[in-house]
């Protein structure tokens, strides 16, 4: 699995006097597997780009390749596209419209054409996967808590079995608790099921924790693109876009300037505990 | 003097099934008292369905008690005949800016709460016009709504609240749906109220670093008040904390590890600051 | 598609018929429209017309805007002639086929395409120049005599307010749900009308439950900040008669009898 996005520019409302360039000159690479922070904030770009990756939205100019295929190819079917590469939207559970929640699930395997046995088969494995309480299985998802809704809302993309996981902010709105169990969840799709994992995030600390590469948006562009030791190093670049880095990075920052020899790269709490014992111990 | 006062609050959701039958209850407050100091900033924090908003929702007298009381500036909110004196002294904000903003315009929402009080036409736009220079949204008050961002609505109905001159303004996770700049616009604004206008502030949140500069944190839990005290108590707990599922900010993280790990740093270490100069002190510079 | 239709919409300027006060703006329409009806000649018409070309120049909305509006209209007029033209019985002037067109037959259709036309854009005039919470606030102060027979003038024009406040929210909603469902490999384009109408379930009861959810949000907020109705309310932006206002509605009145006397006057008469 890969996707290659190609100097991707995409103008909302492109012949009305209020068009907007959302995506300027977007390339990006991804490989089967990575797990994917894209991190900007309001009106950066980052939901655009990413109806792009399942071909909802369709760029004024650039290509899109999945597997080495020109998505915008005339004999491409986009809606494969779509199964293959599964998009969760911002508060998902807001699409929940069954009366249990176990066929809002199969609503996807059944658009897929599948049979009735083997939707079945899929949302139950997809309720596995979310570690969705069996209790609720045929309960109606509008009795459901917020977490829990969430995850349904989850589920009913993951039982589509797509090869590419994007989730646009999947913990916006729930609390602590909701919020790490969401995001251990989505982890274990990763590291257990190799799905390739591209998360969409406000937040910097919980992106720091989970992501092996993380793509910075900003005005529509690709601001940055590394791993998250490489990016929190920027905090002042971060600053200067609205964003910023997560709290252990000024700690760092303003111990160091107060001269203590830290080294570069520390964005976990025990790292920082490790190098001040070490200074300190 | 205590601007707000529960005592003994019990508040119950009953579930019922298609006959009227009920089929579960849900204890969303457990006997709460507590007691609110008029200027005060006050959190409470917790995780969902800890009964946070419930609370919140008493104390503007759209919930009653089941059992014990409120008082709101010495009214008890059971009160009916003066249910709007209560709302006036202390008005709310809720978690979605987009379901509770009313007017098509900016300064016509902020008009909303005096025009229902009866307040005269030309007052009326005197305290819209301080609002909206209060939380730095002047310059707005004639945009739609609908063309603004999510820290910028928000700050639009703490306006609408503000316009109604009120003792206490309580808001119920004011900054769940916003991202990281929104919340910053918020909480800064919140804070402006408190300090310059000296209103009372009830904030209701999860996210624990918007408490840091609290008076006083409630933290709930299943209904209950489970710890209260200034931050720098609560922030020391940090393993009741992590029980209890809150979102524990880096700093205090760090503080707490350091000190397991058996350096002397004194309890309740709140900001980046404070950490910086601990560390230098036991490095001797 | 949705966004070529500007009929309804407001046209922000600054201008002499913006200013009015709502009230002169409603009944003015109101009266217009009558009066269309009410016409039995061309002169009458051309009156109409003339009026109508004042209020625009007045105005200063552009002619290229109104006249966008009117293609989204254009269909409707063409049934009309359609209809007019061959159904209408009278003296035969045309035959082919089994087709007959008749003098009474071309009549009708010109009288009902002239007076379409006025009507539209007559009515749209009061919505280009005038902002749907005016409207509204018009409407509650001009029919509050119809309180008196317990007609809740002020909650229905608040339930107009909110409805167009959120009109937009869940139009927006309704993108964001039909993309997510078509993410979930859901299918409005293809199959026949009943597969299409099934298709639109996932998309309608999201909408419902989020439409309820957000009243009973918007309730409790505006509950909290004290709303109970329309008793002892006062208003920000209270509506008062200014000259201009005075000085329309006695226009108003000259045009009423100017149509009166054509429709009277024989000279004019042409059927």
């Given at each position: 699995m890969s996707i290659v996005v190609d100097h991707v520019n995409f103008i909302y409302?492109?012949?009305?006097?209020?068009?907007?360039?959302?995506?300027?000159d977007v390339c990006l690479n991804i490989s089967d597997g990575e797990f994917i922070g894209v991190i900007g904030h309001t009106g950066s770009g980052k939901s655009t780009l990413m109806q792009h990756l399942n071909g909802l939205l369709k760029a004024s100019s650039g290509s899109i390749y999945f597997n080495g295929q020109?998505?915008?190819?005339?004999?491409?079917k986009l809606k494969d596209l779509r199964l293959k590469v599964g998009l969760v939207f911002q508060?998902?559970?807001?699409q929940l419209f069954e009366t249990d929640v176990f066929s809002d699930i199969k609503f996807g395997p059944m658009n897929q054409g599948l049979t009735k046995k083997e939707a079945e088969l899929r949302a139950y494995e997809a309720l596995r996967m979310v570690d969705?309480?069996?209790?609720?299985?045929?309960?109606?998802?509008?009795?459901?808590?917020g977490g829990q809704k969430r995850r349904a809302a989850i589920a009913g993309v993951l039982a589509m079995n797509p090869e590419v996981l994007i989730l646009?902010?999947?913990?916006?709105?729930?609390?602590p608790k909701g919020r790490f169990e969401i995001l251990d969840q989505i982890k274990k799709l990763q590291t257990e099921r190799h799905m390739t994992i591209i998360l969409v995030s406000h937040s910097m600390e919980d992106v720091a924790e989970y992501v092996d590469r993380i793509v910075v948006m900003n005005n529509g562009e690709v601001f940055a693109d590394g791993s998250p030791r490489e990016i929190f190093g920027y905090v002042k670049e971060l600053e200067a876009i609205g964003l910023s880095a997560p709290q252990i990075g000024y700690i760092a920052r303003n111990l160091r300037r107060a001269g203590f020899a830290l080294p570069d790269g520390i964005i976990t709490v025990s790292e920082a505990a490790d190098a001040i014992m070490e200074i300190l111990g | 003097m205590d601007l707000i006062k529960a005592r003994d609050v019990l508040f119950e959701y009953i579930r019922r099934d298609d006959e009227g039958n009920v089929e579960g209850i849900t204890?969303?407050?457990?006997?709460v008292s507590l007691d609110v100091k008029q200027g005060d900033f006050v959190c409470i924090l917790g995780h969902n369905g800890s009964g946070k908003s419930t609370l919140a929702k008493h104390i503007n007298a759209l919930l009653y008690p089941e059992e014990g009381s409120i008082w709101v500036d010495g009214i008890n909110t059971r009160d009916d005949e003066k249910i709007l004196e209560v709302r006036r002294r202390a008005g709310m904000v809720f978690?979605?800016?987009?379901?509770?903003?009313?007017?098509?315009?900016v300064e016509e929402d902020v008009g909303f709460g005096p025009e229902n009080l009866g307040v005269p036409t030309s007052e009326i736009w005197e305290r819209v016009e301080e609002s909206l220079k209060a939380v730095g949204m002047y310059e707005y008050?004639?945009?739609?709504?609908?063309?603004?961002s999510g820290g910028q609505k928000q700050r639009v109905s703490i306006a609408g609240v503000l316009a109604m001159h009120p003792k206490c303004i309580v808001l119920?996770?004011?900054?769940?749906?916003?991202?990281p700049k929104g919340r910053k616009e918020v909480v800064r604004a919140v804070r402006g109220l408190n300090q310059v206008e000296g209103v009372t502030v009830i904030l209701i949140t999860h996210?624990?670093?918007?408490?840091?500069?609290?008076?006083k944190i409630f933290v709930m839990d299943k209904g209950k008040v489970v710890m209260q005290g200034p931050p720098k108590d609560i922030f020391s707990q940090v393993e009741a904390l992590k029980e209890l599922r809150l979102d524990v900010p880096q700093v205090t993280l760090l503080a707490y590890e350091l000190k397991k790990r058996g350096l002397d740093l004194p309890d309740g270490i709140l900001t980046v600051d404070e950490m910086v100069d601990e560390l230098k002190k036991l490095k001797g510079i | 598609m949705i966004r070529d239709i500007t009929i309804g919409q407001y046209y922000q300027t600054d201008s002499v018929i913006h200013r009015l006060d709502p009230r002169v703006k409603l009944l003015g329409t109101f009266i217009y429209i009558i009066m269309l009806f009410m016409m039995k000649n061309p002169a009458g018409y051309a009156l109409a017309f003339l009026f109508l070309i004042l209020v625009i120049k007045l105005s200063r909305v552009p002619l290229k805007f109104i006249l966008k509006g009117m293609k989204s209209i254009v269909f409707i007029l063409f049934i009309t002639v359609f209809f007019n033209l061959f159904m209408t019985p009278g003296e035969e002037l045309v035959r082919f086929w089994k087709i007959t067109i008749t003098d009474r037959g071309v009549a009708n259709a010109l009288t009902m395409t002239v007076r379409l036309s006025l009507l539209i854009i007559g009515s749209s005039m009061m919505t280009f120049t005038t902002t749907p919470n005016e409207l509204t606030d018009g409407m509650e102060k001009g029919l509050r005599g119809l309180k008196k027979i317990k007609v809740p003038v002020h909650e229905m024009a608040m339930m107009m307010s909110i409805a167009l406040r959120f009109i937009p929210i869940l139009l927006e909603e309704t993108d964001k749900i039909m993309k997510a469902q078509m993410a979930r490999g859901?299918?409005?384009?293809?199959?026949g009308l009943i597969k299409r109408a099934k298709a639109m379930v996932p998309i309608l009861v999201p909408l419902f439950v989020s439409a309820f959810r957000r009243a009973n949000d918007l309730a409790m907020a505006m509950e909290a900040r004290c709303?109970?109705?329309?008793?002892?309310r006062t208003k920000m932006k209270p509506l008062i008669y200014k000259r201009r206002d005075a000085v329309s509605y006695i226009i108003l009145a000259v045009y009423v009898v100017l149509v009166f006397f054509l429709g009277r006057h024989a000279m004019f008469k042409v059927w």
């Open positions: 409302g492109a012949d009305t006097e209020h068009s907007v360039h959302a995506l300027k020109d998505i915008y190819d005339k004999d491409y508060y998902p559970e807001h969705f309480p069996e209790e609720f299985y045929y309960a109606s998802p509008f009795e459901l808590s646009d902010e999947p913990t916006a709105g729930l609390d | 204890t969303a407050l457990d006997h978690q979605n800016p987009d379901n509770q903003i009313i007017g098509q315009v008050r004639e945009f739609s709504p609908n063309k603004l119920d996770e004011p900054t769940a749906m916003l991202d996210y624990m670093e918007e408490t840091v500069h609290a008076d | 859901a299918d409005f384009e293809s199959g709303y109970h109705g329309g008793e002892g």
